[in-house]
């Protein structure tokens, strides 16, 4: 185990305990985001100034997201004075430079989400290169459903294990944080891997599951209504809360020495109330 992650995830959720009002901005922040993102989504465009207004909202909208997570990626890092405030200062200068890595780990998605286009070929192929022997014990549906889930892996577990630390070095050094040694940090440890599956469970297959439910006995339509409200509402703070938390793991992971260097010394993360 390596020193720098001792008391990896008790520190971890004593950083995200201890910083409630960045929790709560993001609870705040994305709602309105979202709300925002909705209305956006229907400025008609028959009128130059309609699409000037469609330009300049959408501008708007993305430069608040991406202001939002480059900040709290600086909160939570070790040697920040966990004023949120102050990261959300500092980190104006860095938003272009995470603007580029934004627009490589979409397109990354992008390319892997094609793959679910060609699954079948794909097992198909894997099934051909096989050896004789075990081609005949394996059925085509298998493989076509291990090349499914292979994708799957891809897309949500090994992307983002990748490329959300990358993504966290730019949001705290700027374009520095693209040649980081530390965004390889995280990547290294079983630990950070087994948390990220954690916050992902919470913050996305349980919200997926909830929003997807579907009543078993007959009822009210007021009822049914409450209850979605209240099953997306839920889903919703699961994946706020999962995300701050997968923030300050990826931000305690990948601060190596200078985390060895405060665990020796305190123990733990310095926890001071934001700000």
């Given at each position: 185990m390596s020193s720098h992650l001792q008391g990896f995830e008790r520190d971890t959720l004593a950083a995200v305990l201890s910083s409630k009002r960045v929790w709560l901005a993001h609870v705040?922040?994305?709602?309105?985001?979202?709300?925002?993102?909705?209305?956006?989504?229907?400025?008609?465009?028959?009128?130059?100034?309609?699409?000037?207004?469609?330009?300049?909202g959408g501008f708007v909208i993305?430069?608040?997201?991406?202001?939002?997570?480059?900040?709290?990626?600086?909160?939570?890092?070790?040697?920040?004075?966990?004023?949120?405030?102050?990261?959300?200062?500092s980190s104006v200068a860095r938003i272009l430079a995470f603007v580029i890595w934004t627009v490589i780990f979409g397109l990354v998605l992008w390319l892997i989400g094609q793959l679910w286009n060609y699954d079948e070929q794909i097992g198909?192929?894997?099934r051909h290169i096989l050896p004789l022997f075990l081609r005949g014990r394996i059925t085509p549906r298998t493989m076509f459903s291990a090349s499914h889930w292979f994708v799957w892996?891809?897309?949500?577990?090994?992307?983002?294990?990748?490329?959300?630390?990358?993504?966290?070095?730019?949001?705290?050094?700027?374009?520095?944080?693209?040649y980081s040694?530390?965004?390889?940090?995280?990547?290294?440890?079983?630990?950070?891997w087994l948390t990220y599956l954690i916050c992902f469970v919470i913050g996305a297959y349980v919200p997926y599951t909830l929003a997807w439910m579907v009543p078993r006995k007959p009822s009210?339509?007021?009822?049914?209504t409450w209850s979605m409200v209240v099953r997306l509402?839920?889903?919703?703070?699961?994946?706020?809360?999962?995300?701050v938390i997968l923030c300050a793991a990826i931000m305690r992971a990948s601060d190596g020495e200078e985390a060895?260097?405060?665990?020796?010394?305190?123990g733990r993360i310095p926890l001071v109330p934001v700000s």
């Open positions: 705040i922040t994305n709602a309105l985001l979202m709300i925002a993102f909705f209305y956006w989504t229907r400025i008609p465009e028959e009128t130059g100034w309609q699409f000037v207004l469609t330009i300049i993305a430069f608040v997201t991406l202001w939002l997570h480059t900040a709290t990626f600086d909160y939570f890092r070790l040697a920040s004075e966990r004023c949120f405030r102050k990261s959300l200062r198909g192929w894997a892996f891809l897309y949500f577990i090994l992307g983002p294990i990748l490329f959300l630390p990358l993504g966290a070095q730019v949001g705290v050094k700027n374009f520095r944080g693209f040694a530390a965004t390889f940090r995280p990547v290294r440890e079983v630990r950070f009210p339509l007021n009822e049914q509402g839920f889903g919703y703070f699961l994946l706020v809360t999962a995300w060895t260097g405060q665990s020796t010394t305190t």
